[in-house]
């Protein structure tokens, strides 16, 4: 049933509303370098496991951008050695949804055998490196062979949208930016008054006070909506608002620009802004997606010798009912408000993230996320949310990734999953299967892109 | 298999030790106005899905008893409208418990088709009309029809349970009382201070002493034991109790009645009266309910318009472990004492709940709450709890509704699911059938009926 | 395909690298007196959970070794008597895991018949004497019949040891100990200053400074690496680490150890300790296994009329994220460092330890501990953790038991259920069946070898 259910849904267009692609890979379009640059040194999810088991990134081609150097400073790495390296340590993904996406991607997607071990690397690599040569594999002709039928970047709040520039030119309206503003709103950012400057630069606003501050974050927005973007994504500690009156807003602001924020100020102007985010989406109609609970950089080591965003995030507990409460009870009620909630907490699933999906109109449930984009993830997601939220109160899947061989699997596992779970539901007699054959189309299609906003974008 | 063990479980009476049917309601028999009224106004599982959808309360014949207009301000509303309204909605119940239970409801209660649509809802409306002015339909004829033994209701501490009395006049003493005394307990409820008054008015007691307050506590339960009680309830945000040595709660309940109390001490205090309350049960026998972790009226809206109890409460973490320890140092030993604990925060099921109630003598697990009174709730409950609790430290099922009409259907489920869960238990040899037969009759009938001490009850 | 998976692994060695068996125990190799004081009254699984429904433990066999008499001070008890009291009360174990481990042990291990009731308690208990009295039900005897290749007990820091040495000396140096200095450690502990002088005894170390505190540790560690120890483990109440400078560290010491702690300090002690056992086990190689979350003793009565360690412990939330960062931060990338994990808080499974381990090269998880070795436990505890940590993050199967008797069925239930496991994911074809029976092999038995460095060890 499960199958038949899948049948009806597995070839619908993809909506990518939340992902990591990079606009200028597409509008550059040249030809991938080969198999490592381009499956395994970008995708911490595979380079976070081996270091894991003691390999270090730089075997792996992950460059030292850090402050020191790395423990084995290979920098550039020979390709098809970290290849190599790589195939010999693939055990250690059984069990897990990275093995999934990367074999699926190499099957599919290119053609090629994915039994990947120490004896299969060399031939897989040539396999892979005759590919990568053909035109059928630039980065476009295989976004054109996915049937996206939108995909939202996520940009910085002074990104030059550039990229987008050029793919509109080319006839690639459906690639879209995010607004994400994180790095123009968290003063604990060693860069914040720099890039609260550069905000002031960008849009002639004066952004050393905070009315300045707010009509430069609006004007980027309206940059951001001019190039088709339709949501915001805000990644912060905690899930904590506030609703200071504006004076006191003003003051905090003042405070901090000049680097004289007191502990815990930092956290409550994040707080404030969050709520500020949502009255300019409530004038704007950007969706607002909140992602809260990721404690970066919590590997030292990774941070210092390969930068940021380099796999050393350990999530914490997050707390929702009581940190939205400010911004909720101002705006929850407000039907041109969407706020899309993510969560690295899964307790959170049935006792907050539900209940609050289930009750206010302007709340959504994001798909599950990060460590959780996986079959067990998804699973869970769908038994802890359902009974409370409805499939009507969440906004369908969402890849998240950088990976662009990697997004058709990721949006096909997903679809499987959930005609699994609505297969289930029919069988206890607790759907029809025409319901459920109704409900798979909106789990895969439909919620994403009216959930986003995306109703404009249509099949190719 | 499990339909096997339902086979013997299936029709047995039902025991509601808990629940908030009102006792009015079956002592004044009057025939239902209309299927709005009975089945979709007062039930908050529903309105609070439609509402999350942007669908005004008020357009479900939900009144406005609030402080503010509702958007939508539909007072009355046409029931058939409602109706239809709620029909065109149908769809957002998928896997939902709701759904469940109105649609068996509808089928076996009332006997009409339960394929709710827009294009249903006038037919169905007419044929439950139709069905409610017959004289099988009134709340006593239904009551009758359902093989009910015993039915809870819950009442305020200050109530004059006449309901009770006319029922009891009329052979209807299984309908009992339970003691809530929440609002005349709570320091931060705006009328506490007015309740404590009427507390003292009641019962001839000087309730602005502390040493008259409890005095007077314990006279209320004695007119609940009269009237055939058998329990309290308390809802508490949080599990936390006290161990104040007496001169200590005194002045704190003096500073409190005053309304001279610092900040933490209405916590305090509700600390307090439930170790206060766990010391009267064991003089006078009621069982203790605990049902801590709502945030009550978080979504202002629902409050403001609507009223408290319109569905807007969301869960937050509870902490049982630490919380109850001052209770538990005190009473937990003490075979007269009989606690049962519920919850919103299912992460407490395996980490706190279970080992409390696999080791206090006095400590049990009430049945899967709210949210989680549902398939998946239920799974996950007795998949959490049993390894470290079994079945003999919980309670069995508590439909804990509102809704008359849905007491069968709900048992059912519940009845369902743990002869599921038994049959898997079979299925992988860690139980016999004929153990596995045993405990289905305990889960679905004795274990409530000892674990609230309704033991003098027979089946009708 | 469960089946055919568990056939490559039933009969395996036994590897036990944590568990509370006693070195004496075998040392000594004396008869077992009766089946109760083998099998009932040391298991406070047991004992716990007739405790839960009224029954004392004292009529089970335990002794009173605590400040109050027992309420029912029944000591010594009549072995017969206990093991009818127990017996009648069978159904209380039923879909709990010792209801498994002893309904095997029974049969497999002692070839007696394990329907156990009121009615059968004689009968079976005859059996079981009449067994006992033979050779073959000695201690060593059952011990060489359970193929076990290596088995860690537990011991405390200043422990002599005695009873490793005389098994050494019989040819059983596969009996080894595990160092636990929790006693030495835990300024909280009232004996802690003696126990801290009698370090200073045994090892000719000044224990009254920082300095010599630390080297008399370092010393102990030796001579249980003497004896064949691999590990140290450490049952805090939180995962709290801290990275002081020695002199802040030593003045802490100081402070306490003259009894003059502030509020707070006893916790940011164990905190700093745990990074210097971390920096010790990095010199020494000693593996690192950390036990946070009991709350110790919760239930007065058990710890007043029976000791510590009685069944009275509950589990608290625990937060390993932010705990341990500044531990992992000086030594988490550390290739001579391992730590193990162990949780009683599954919250943190898929949040933080499966994130944890699933990144640093020195954090493995340890298997599913206490309340959640169990069938349910496993399964939450794999379906939480693979898709993160894999399966090669992980340090197989620990049975962690004081009883004897029950080590290969608490085994065999691991095995059987990781077979289980892995016959899903073959199922969803994320698994091919030779990748599935080479990784139960590494689950049932290289894993727990190589994580806890036991390679010297060979099956017998």
Redesign the interface.
Known sequence: MARELYAQVGSLPLICPHGHVSAELLADDQPFDDPVSLLISPDHYLT??L????IDPSLLGVSGRGTAAP?DPVDPVDPRAAWRTFCAHW???????S??WLEQSLEEVFGVPADLSAASADAIYDALLEKLASAAFRPRALFDSFNIEVLATTDAATDDLRGHARLAADGYGRVIPTFRPDQVVDPDNPQWARNVELLGALTGEDTSTYVGYLAALRARRQVFIAAGGAATDHGHLTASTADLDHADAAKLFDRLIRGRGEPGEPELFRAQMLTEFAAMSIDDGLVMQLHPGA?RD?????RQAFGPDS???????T?Y??GL?PL??RF??D?RFRLVLYT????TY???L????????S?YLGSPWW??D????MR?YR??T????????TVGFTDDTRALPSIPVRHDVARRLDCGFLAE?VV?H??TLD?AA??AIDMAYRLAKSGYRLDRFAAA
Chains 1, 2, 3 share one sequence.
Do not use: C, W
């Open positions: 976070r496991m270091y894991s088991q003691g423990v055990h250690l993904f059984r069990g897990t949804p093995r999934v404690l919590h590997v030292r080591y990774l796999g050393g995030d350990i999530p914490i507990t707390e009912t009581k409460r909720l009870s929850g009620a039907h690295l907490d899964e307790t049935s006792r907050e539900a209940p609050l999906a289930g009750v206010y109109p709340v460590f959780f996986s079959p067990e993830g869970r038994r802890l359902t009974e409370t939220a409805g499939f009507y109160n539901l206890e607790r759907l319901e109704d409900t």
